[in-house]
């Protein structure tokens, strides 16, 4: 399995509160990705990141922002939680590499509820 | 823009086949596929580019039709281990991996 955690892993806020959520990699993988996953939506990607302090908007974006100050930590913040950013987010890593393939490998999850 | 997965859900007995198709209004680089069981993180399973390369698992087939920008995965003689949900994630771009998911099919395996 790839060296992927993330943090926390479970979090209960209220709405107006800033959340960061952690995403770790022992895998020295060039790209990270963070998506949400809501039912009846699939996986919505929110940021993604292609190298250190190279970052860039995915579909759902809007309240979120995202730092990568290192290869192996992607940071997720919600500057001001809403309740409509309950979800259950995943970070995900690849490396592209010289190859063409680039599947993604997926973390535990990080359950968020925003009451 | 985000691609159309049928059928939505499938129920199959162990032994019996299913193919959950994928369907993109845009044109692709390359078809990703996933698979997620309740309550665990996404798992690879297959990448399909244009041009006919492939990678992923040994079991499992898919095709990609580029003209009709559109994606099949094959599960035969289905085990109960098969049971999940199953994503395809599509590639516009194909240089930073950025996929746009459908919104899965749900697959039942009984015994």
């Known amino acids: 399995d790839a060296g992927i955690t993330q943090s926390p892993r479970h979090k209960v806020t209220e709405t107006g509160t800033p959340v960061t959520l952690r995403c770790h990699q022992t895998?020295?993988?060039?790209?990270m990705y963070w998506y949400r996953q809501d039912p009846g939506h699939g996986l919505r990607l929110i940021h993604y990141?292609?190298?250190?302090?190279?970052?860039d908007k995915g579909e759902v974006s809007d309240g979120y922002s995202v730092s990568r100050s290192k290869t192996e930590d992607f940071l997720l913040t919600l500057e001001s939680a809403t309740s409509s950013q309950t979800s259950v987010y995943f970070c995900a890593i690849s490396d592209s590499g010289t190859q063409t393939y680039n599947e993604q490998f997926f973390g535990p999850g990080t359950r968020l509820t925003v009451l | 823009q985000q691609p159309v997965q049928s059928p939505q859900a499938v129920i199959l007995r162990e032994g019996e086949d299913a193919v959950i198709n994928c369907s993109s209004s845009?044109?692709?680089?390359?078809v990703h596929w996933y698979r997620q069981k309740h309550g665990e993180a996404p798992v690879f399973l297959m990448i399909?580019?244009?041009?006919?390369e492939q990678k992923g698992h040994d079991k499992i087939s898919a095709s990609f039709n580029e003209k009709k920008q559109q994606s099949s995965l094959y599960l035969t003689a289905s085990q109960l281990s098969y049971s999940g949900t199953y994503f395809c994630?599509?590639?516009?771009?194909?240089?930073?991996?950025?996929?746009?998911f459908g919104q899965g099919t749900t697959l039942q395996v009984k015994p």
């Open positions: 990141s292609y190298g250190v302090k190279d970052t």
């Open positions: 994630g599509t590639d516009l771009s194909g240089n930073t991996g950025k996929l746009i």
């Open positions: 845009k044109a692709l680089y390359s």
């Open positions: 895998e020295n993988h060039r790209y």
């Open positions: 399909l580019l244009k041009g006919g």
